[in-house]
């Protein structure tokens, strides 16, 4: 089992910035490839980011790629998802997720996931 618990959340101005971070627990952390994604109030849950296990690989959902940027530090069992000009269509309930296989932006294909980080941006 993968424990994965959120942070950072909250609400910023349009054209701001959050960081999010996710602390992993339980089994070897960089084993795992791991994902941020998102869902707003009547929406599907979609793709934002994935990283590999080292780190030597990110992925990005087209609508955020140039504004957000997804890092890990293993030695910290953390993921971090910086957001950068924010825009109020990022408003959603943000989670990470865990996936011990290949990074992929298929959200059936992760193992574990988190509760969840509330982004609330306002214009």
């Known amino acids: 089992q993968v424990q994965l618990v959120e942070s950072g959340g909250g609400l910023v101005q349009a054209g701001g910035s959050l960081r999010l971070s996710c602390a992993a627990s339980?089994?070897?952390?960089?084993?795992?490839?791991m994902g941020w994604f998102r869902q707003a109030p009547g929406k599907e849950r979609e793709f934002v980011a994935a990283?590999?296990?080292?780190?030597?690989?990110?992925y990005y959902a087209d609508s955020v790629k140039g504004r957000f940027t997804i890092s890990r530090d293993n030695a910290k069992n953390t993921v971090y998802l910086q957001m950068n000009s924010l825009k109020p269509v990022d408003t959603a309930v943000y989670y990470c997720?865990?996936?011990?296989?290949?990074?992929?932006?298929?959200?059936?294909?992760?193992?574990?996931w988190g509760q969840g980080t509330q982004v609330t941006v306002s214009s």
């Open positions: 997720a865990a996936e011990l296989s290949t990074v992929t932006y298929r959200a059936y294909e992760y193992d574990y």
């Open positions: 339980g089994r070897t952390f960089s084993n795992y490839a």
């Open positions: 990283i590999s296990w080292s780190g030597g690989s990110t």
